[in-house]
């Protein structure tokens, strides 16, 4: 019997804490914020969307072979050796010709592993964060800046290099 | 004429409401009463071990975030001490008591998420919403620190990838202000609600034997009495240090090793991640984080196994490296994986509508299930 | 009332019928029904510290609008081995049931669909179609876990209505009357007349009956929550437990009239915990009508008070709503036969001794 009183009691009592509790939560304001009328600004560090600056870029490989999702693609020609390809900002000279560097963002985890071993720091992550596409391949981003001929060309003239290398030497011999 | 009953299986699908997951449990029942549960996993398997075996040691940590993503500070801390060991380099204080602070923040976070979601499939809809809200103060502690509130790439072998920003400090304290009445009010609420206690009391008690018997680690263990706890037990990094309880189950509302128990050692255990956070932010050195990260990572040859306290329980990684850049096999004990085979037992004579309740209290997270 | 107010201007009984059907629905239920979604939806989310619909309207007010637009484009899913009649009859059974309550309960002095003698009789007997609204719903989905879901939900309802008759009882016992005029009339003047504080009599009978009546109110606000099927009692509707509800197969417009159905239902026992215990349409402290000596504003703000003590009681409801867990099927029928029906029983007993002296 007296179980039975302490039930009651004791359900009467919490349910009424209970109620108190979400009474006094109706009068506080709300902590949401309507999203696309008002957007927050993020901290600095935050990781976004990736951007390579291809003036820095030396071409050395580094951003996507720390990549742990392997979503970087670079391939680079070497320079003749009378072409000049101008510094980095940084001072460096540069000496290959970046005839690809694509990055997938589809694939992309955004963990920034590639920003760090960056030499001239010109791989970094920018405050872009809506950038979504309804076709899947708009997400490869290709910010090689050489046009289509220019990187046919750099490759025909490495090629026609490394021959006349080749026919030299064997004309040596 | 005696009525014939025969034995029904249900079919609790990879897709139900009551979130953790994609996990599907077979339930062969007799009227209302369940006799079996065969829980199928697999839904989520990413191939996370094959794919350490490629990967250097500073790419597998994005992919320890994966594993358990609501508490992956603690993954990452679990590995990065393991190859730390191999490496056999020590790290600055500075660095070990972030990674404290770090992983008892995470603590919260996760216990947040599982009493929320607990409360929600019971069906009081409201403290779900009140414990994300504060979890969202922790998430953006996180992502001013690191940059991301979820999967943070934070913890690195050697040190850390970036300094504490210089407003951490005082947010968190502001954080522990606003958050110790939050969590009286979270009590009142739910905790000591008798609708929540009818429904959790005496529902899937796990004996201490058979708990110890399984290997069940973590809350689920304290809840059925035992103290223990690796971070008292095997102590890591710098716990030994700070001055904390362990919360164990005591039966306050019904039997010793209950649902409800178990939901109670979680909401104790974020007090006492409280206090340590309190006293970390007093004891915190200066230095610098990343001038211990090794140029280049190639541990000698052997094999070691390094635990943690997950929120979960023991996560353990047996690493075993032959001298090159690439382990060659990372294996992982997760602890959501081991204590999902409780689940048979915890569950037998029970109604249909207890299985909700008892898999809230064990508290898996499909991410470490599977892998 | 209005049967003859009508009658008087068309000469006709039929379309005095028609209207007198009608109008409530109308000029109330219908924009009751729109304006309680909204308001649950709002409630709902300053509870939780989040501000609900926002988008469509000022701050959300055409939300209804916009739902009611979604649903009746909806297609109308009936599966082939569903028993048509029943499947299309369920929800307009349901509905009428509930809507059926709204004839006899006064509204303000001249508001009344029809001043019946037996009117809570009445009431108690026309919400049992519910049950049988809900049963067919849950047998013509052809569904095994419809089917189980309508059966609990009927047990529900019915062992519910038990200690609800009870409570009734003892008020019918102190008045004296079955109608809800009657009911409505004596709790005239001021607040402390009303049954909640022990009638309109000063004498050691008000007195006594004052904790009763409060035991009274908490027992039938509790067991027609669960008439309604509302948390914590609402295990026919969850989502989040294993077996689907009565009204999982349907869609489109028959799902809206099911939802209209609870939404009517929960004024309908709102007005009537109002009519009973807490005075019906009258305000608590006179009329402005009788200080400013305007006779025909009277019932005007009659219509309000009623209105309004209708609305806090629904707020009520759905604040009890967000604030409680789910309580189990074998749980629910412990609440109700082991401790509902033994308290009002006492109660009554008490009661009835009480208004003997």
């Given at each position: 019997m007296a179980e039975y009183i302490k039930n009651i009691y004791s359900a009467l009592i919490t349910i009424l804490v209970g109620m108190k509790v979400t009474l006094r939560h109706l009068f506080i304001p709300s902590v949401t914020i309507q999203y696309p009328d008002v957007k927050i600004p993020l901290p600095e560090r935050e990781r976004n969307r990736l951007y390579v600056n291809m003036d820095d870029c030396i071409g050395c490989d580094q951003c996507a072979r720390a990549c742990p999702v392997n979503c970087i693609e670079i391939e680079t020609v070497k320079a003749l050796p009378g072409e000049d390809l101008g510094k980095t900002s940084n001072g460096k000279k540069k000496a290959l010709w970046v005839t690809k560097f694509t990055i997938d963002f589809a694939k992309c985890c955004y963990c920034q592993l590639c920003v760090f071993p960056c030499p001239t720091d010109c791989i970094y992550m920018t405050y872009v964060y809506e950038f979504s596409e309804y076709d899947r391949n708009n997400l490869i981003y290709d910010f090689a800046t050489l046009t289509k001929e220019e990187r046919e060309e750099k490759k025909e003239n490495y090629r026609r290099f490394i021959e006349q290398k080749e026919k030299s030497k064997s004309e040596k011999e | 004429m005696s009525v014939r009953t025969e034995e029904m299986v249900l079919n609790m699908g990879p897709q139900h409401p009551s979130t953790h997951g994609v996990l599907r449990l077979e339930l062969t029942l007799e009227g209302e009463i369940i006799t079996k549960v065969v829980p199928h996993i697999g839904y989520l398997h990413r191939c996370f071990e094959k794919h350490c075996e490629v990967m250097t040691y500073p790419q597998i940590i994005p992919y320890t975030d994966r594993m358990d993503y609501l508490a992956a500070m603690c993954n990452e801390l679990g590995f990065v001490i393991g190859v730390e060991k191999l490496l056999a380099i020590q790290v600055p204080e500075r660095v070990e008591y972030i990674r404290v602070i770090m992983a008892e923040l995470q603590r919260i976070a996760s216990h947040l998420v599982a009493i929320g979601t607990y409360g929600a499939d019971i069906g009081a809809f409201t403290p779900f919403l009140y414990c994300f809200r504060d979890r969202e103060k922790i998430l953006n502690l996180f992502e001013i620190t690191c940059g991301a509130r979820l999967l943070y790439n934070y913890i690195w072998i050697g040190g850390l990838s970036h300094d504490l920003h210089p407003d951490f400090i005082r947010l968190t304290k502001e954080f522990i202000r606003e958050f110790k009445p939050n969590l009286r009010e979270l009590n009142n609420l739910l905790t000591y609600n008798k609708i929540f206690i009818d429904r959790t009391a005496n529902i899937g008690i796990l004996p201490l034997e058979t708990a110890i018997n399984y290997g069940v680690t973590g809350p689920m263990l304290r809840a059925s009495g035992l103290r223990w706890d690796l971070r008292k037990d095997d102590s890591y990094s710098i716990y030994n240090k700070f001055d904390f309880e362990i919360p164990i189950g005591e039966g306050k509302m019904g039997t010793i090793g209950d649902s409800w128990d178990r939901y109670f050692v979680r909401v104790r255990e974020m007090e006492e991640s409280i206090k340590i956070i309190e006293q970390a932010i007093e004891q915190i050195p200066d230095g610098d984080v990343t001038a211990g990260i090794p140029k280049r990572i190639k541990p000698v040859v052997g094999h070691i196994y390094s635990r943690v306290e997950n929120p979960r329980g023991e996560l353990g990684y047996f690493i075993i490296s032959d001298g090159s850049a690439t382990p060659f096999r990372v294996k992982v004990r997760a602890p959501s994986f081991v204590n999902l085979q409780v689940l048979d037992v915890l569950c037998r004579?029970?109604?249909?509508?207890d299985v909700i309740a008892i898999l809230g209290s064990v508290d898996i997270v499909l991410g470490e299930v599977d892998r | 009332m209005i049967y003859d107010f009508f009658y008087n201007l068309t000469g006709s009984a039929l379309f005095s019928g028609l209207f007198v059907a009608i109008m409530p629905l109308l000029t109330f239920i219908l924009p009751f029904a729109l304006f309680a979604v909204l308001l649950e939806r709002k409630v709902a989310g300053h509870i939780q510290d989040r501000l609900g619909p926002m988008r469509v309207g000022y701050h959300g007010l055409l939300q209804t609008v916009a739902d009611i637009i979604k649903l009746i484009q909806k297609e109308d899913i009936i599966a082939r081995e569903n028993d048509k009649l029943l499947f299309n009859i369920a929800p307009v059974l349901t509905f009428v049931g509930s809507y059926?309550?709204?004839?006899?309960?006064?509204?303000s002095s001249i508001f009344l669909g029809a001043n019946l003698d037996l009117a809570i009789f009445y009431i108690i007997a026309v919400t049992g179609l519910v049950v049988v609204g809900i049963l067919m719903a849950g047998w013509a989905s052809n569904n095994k876990y419809s089917l189980l879901g309508a059966m609990r939900s009927a047990a529900q309802i019915v062992s519910y209505e038990i200690p609800t008759i009870i409570v009734i009882l003892s008020i019918v016992m102190i008045t004296g009357s079955m109608s809800l005029m009657t009911f409505s009339e004596n709790q005239t003047q001021y607040f402390w007349n009303w049954y909640i504080f022990g009638g309109p009599e000063f004498n050691l009978k008000k007195f006594l009956l004052i904790p009763f009546m409060f035991v009274g109110l908490i027992v039938i606000y509790i067991s027609t929550l669960a008439e309604v099927n509302r948390t914590p009692f609402d295990i026919p509707e969850a989502e989040s437990e294993l077996v689907s509800g009565y009204h999982t197969e349907y869609s489109g417009m028959k799902f809206a009239i099911f939802f209209l159905a609870e939404y009517a239902n929960m004024f309908a026992v709102s007005a009537l915990i109002a009519t009973m215990f807490f005075g019906g349409y009258h305000s608590p402290f006179g009329y402005l009508g009788n200080l400013l000596n305007i006779p025909w504003m009277i019932p005007v703000e009659q219509f309000f008070w009623f209105i309004s003590k209708g609305i806090f009681f629904v707020f009520v409801q759905m604040w009890l709503r967000w604030t409680l867990p789910r309580l189990r099927v074998d749980q629910l029928m412990t609440v109700s036969w082991k401790y509902l029906i033994p308290i009002s029983f006492v109660n009554l007993l008490i009661v009835g001794i009480i208004s003997l002296i």
């Open positions: - | 004579g029970h109604m249909v509508a | 059926a309550a709204f004839a006899v309960i006064p509204f």
